[in-house]
C-alpha cells in the first residue's frame, strides 16, 4: 500500500513539472479592400405621367334634337370643320322662316312710317296741320326701326341654330367613342357629350415633382428664372406602360404656378412630337428625367449589406479592424450607390465575403480583383 502511494506521488509531480504548451493564435482571414472614391456620375428617375392630347375637346349638342345623322366612325381622323354630326333641322328651319317673315314685317312697317312722315310734313311747314301729327309720326317710325331691329336678331339668331344642326369638327383630330346612336335624343344639357375630339400631332405629358426633388431639379441648371432654367433643360425620355422607351425625346415646358397642397407636389408638363400617332390621350407612362452628380461619393452594392432596411459597409481602421457603419444613400448609378453620409474619400472598406465578418474582427487586407465599377468615371442608372 505505501508502495503505490508513493508511485503515485511520483507521477503527479512529474506532470506537475512538464511546461505547459500555449494555445496556437488563429490567424486574420483575408479580404478584399478597396478604396472609396468620388467620380462624375448621371442618375435617372422615373415619374409617373398621364399623357394627354394638344387639343382634347368635348363635342357637345348646341340645339336640341333627334340625332339625323352620324357622319363619322370611332377613331377616325377628322379636318377641322369637317361635318361630324346632323342634328334633324325642321323645327329650326320653321323658326328661321317666321323670323324672317316677321323681319319683313318690321321693315315695311318702316317704310309706312316713312311715308306718313313724307306726306306731313309739307302740311306742317305750310301751317295746313299742327306739327304734333309730324311727331306722331316719327315716334312711330323709331318704333318701326326698333321692332326691325329686333326682327332681324331673331333671324339671326335662328339662322345660328339652324347652322347648329349640323355639328362641325372645331379641330383636326381623332374621333373618340360614338355614345349616342342614329335617332338619339340630344341636348346641350346631356351629361355625355356626343364624342371627344383629340388633336394628338403633339402630345402633353403631365407629371408630379415632390418638393425636395423639385428644388434638387432647379438646382442643377442655371438662369435667373424659372423660365430660363426651362429652356436649358436637356431632353427628357417616355417610358411607356410596357417599359420600351418611346422613340422621340420630349421637353418640358411648363411648371405649374403652385404646389398641391393635398399632395405637396408641383406638376410640370413635356411635350412630345406624335408625328406617327403612336400615343393617344388617357396614355400612361413615365417621365424618365437625368441628374447630373459632380464628384459623387460611390460605393459599389457588392461591398454593402442590408439589415432593417438600412445598407451598410464593414469600413476597415488604422489597425485593419473592420466596424459596420451606415450609408445615407441618396441615389443609384450602374452598380454604385452614390453615399451622401456614412464614408468619405479615401476610406478603406471591406469589398467582399461580408456575411464572414463580424463587428472588431481583425482581418488581412487584400486588394480586389475587380473595381471597375468604383473608377469608371460617367455612370447612368435608373434610380
Known amino acids: 500500500m505505501k508502495t503505490i502511494i508513493t508511485l503515485t506521488a511520483l507521477i503527479l509531480l512529474f506532470g506537475c513539472s512538464q511546461p505547459q504548451t500555449a494555445a496556437p493564435v488563429a490567424e486574420a482571414p483575408s479580404a478584399e479592400v478597396i478604396t472609396v472614391a468620388t467620380a462624375s456620375a448621371i442618375t435617372e428617375k422615373d415619374y409617373t405621367a398621364s399623357?394627354?392630347?394638344?387639343?382634347?375637346?368635348?363635342?357637345?349638342?348646341?340645339?336640341?334634337?333627334?340625332?339625323?345623322?352620324?357622319?363619322?366612325?370611332?377613331?377616325?381622323?377628322?379636318?377641322?370643320?369637317?361635318?361630324?354630326?346632323?342634328?334633324?333641322?325642321?323645327?329650326?328651319n320653321a323658326q328661321y322662316s317666321n323670323a324672317s317673315?316677321?323681319?319683313?314685317?318690321?321693315?315695311?312697317?318702316?317704310?309706312?312710317?316713312?311715308?306718313?312722315?313724307?306726306?306731313?310734313?309739307?302740311?306742317?311747314?305750310?301751317?295746313?296741320?299742327?306739327?304734333?301729327q309730324l311727331k306722331v309720326a316719327q315716334a312711330a317710325r323709331k318704333i318701326a326701326v326698333a321692332n326691325a331691329a329686333q326682327a332681324r336678331a331673331v333671324v339671326a339668331s335662328a339662322k345660328i341654330n339652324v347652322g347648329y344642326t349640323l355639328v362641325k369638327a372645331p379641330v383636326s383630330g381623332y374621333i373618340g367613342r360614338l355614345p349616342k346612336k342614329r335617332g338619339s335624343l340630344v341636348s346641350p344639357t346631356d351629361p355625355e357629350p356626343l364624342t371627344q375630339l383629340s388633336d394628338v400631332h403633339e402630345v402633353y405629358?403631365?407629371?408630379?415633382?415632390?418638393?425636395?426633388?423639385?428644388?434638387?431639379?432647379?438646382?442643377?441648371?442655371?438662369?435667373n428664372s424659372l423660365n430660363d432654367k426651362l429652356k436649358r433643360l436637356p431632353p427628357v425620355s417616355l417610358v411607356l406602360a410596357d417599359n420600351s422607351i418611346y422613340?422621340?425625346?420630349?421637353?418640358?415646358?411648363?411648371?405649374?404656378?403652385?404646389?398641391d397642397k393635398n399632395t405637396g407636389a408641383i406638376t410640370l408638363r413635356a411635350v412630345f412630337?406624335?408625328?406617327?400617332?403612336?400615343?393617344?390621350?388617357?396614355?400612361?407612362?413615365?417621365?424618365?428625367?437625368?441628374?447630373?452628380?459632380?464628384d459623387a461619393l460611390l460605393v459599389p452594392q457588392t461591398a454593402t449589406m442590408e439589415v432593417q432596411?438600412?445598407?451598410?459597409?464593414?469600413?476597415?481602421?488604422?489597425?485593419?479592424?473592420?466596424?459596420?457603419?451606415?450609408?445615407?444613400?441618396?441615389?443609384?448609378?450602374?452598380?454604385?450607390?452614390?453615399?451622401?453620409?456614412?464614408?468619405?474619400?479615401?476610406?478603406?472598406?471591406?469589398?467582399?465575403?461580408?456575411?464572414?465578418?463580424?463587428?472588431?474582427?481583425?482581418?488581412?487586407?487584400?486588394?480586389?480583383?475587380?473595381?471597375?465599377?468604383?473608377?469608371?468615371?460617367?455612370?447612368?442608372?435608373?434610380?
Do not use: C, W
Request: hydrophobic share 35%; charged share 25%; aromatic share 8%.
Open 273 to 294: 412630337p406624335n408625328t406617327q400617332s403612336l400615343l393617344r390621350s388617357g396614355n400612361t407612362g413615365r417621365i424618365r428625367l437625368q441628374q447630373q452628380h459632380s
Open 309 to 383: 432596411d438600412k445598407v451598410f459597409v464593414y469600413a476597415v481602421g488604422d489597425s485593419n479592424r473592420v466596424s459596420k457603419q451606415a450609408l445615407n444613400i441618396v441615389g443609384k448609378s450602374g452598380t454604385d450607390y452614390i453615399v451622401k453620409d456614412g464614408v468619405k474619400p479615401g476610406d478603406r472598406i471591406v469589398f467582399s465575403g461580408l456575411d464572414h465578418l463580424t463587428e472588431g474582427l481583425v482581418i488581412k487586407p487584400e486588394k480586389a480583383k475587380n473595381t471597375a465599377q468604383v473608377t469608371t468615371p460617367e455612370k447612368s442608372a435608373k434610380l
Open 51 to 92: 399623357i394627354q392630347g394638344k387639343v382634347d375637346v368635348e363635342i357637345r349638342p348646341q340645339v336640341e334634337g333627334f340625332l339625323e345623322k352620324v357622319l363619322v366612325d370611332e377613331g377616325q381622323y377628322v379636318a377641322a370643320g369637317q361635318p361630324l354630326f346632323k342634328i334633324n333641322s325642321q323645327t329650326y
Open 205 to 223: 405629358a403631365y407629371f408630379s415633382l415632390g418638393e425636395s426633388d423639385f428644388i434638387n431639379f432647379k438646382s442643377q441648371y442655371s438662369g
Open 101 to 132: 317673315a316677321s323681319l319683313q314685317a318690321a321693315q315695311a312697317a318702316i317704310t309706312n312710317a316713312q311715308l306718313e312722315i313724307d306726306k306731313l310734313t309739307p302740311l306742317v311747314e305750310n301751317k295746313v296741320v299742327s306739327d304734333y
Open 247 to 259: 422613340p422621340q425625346k420630349g421637353r418640358i415646358d411648363m411648371v405649374d404656378g403652385s404646389f
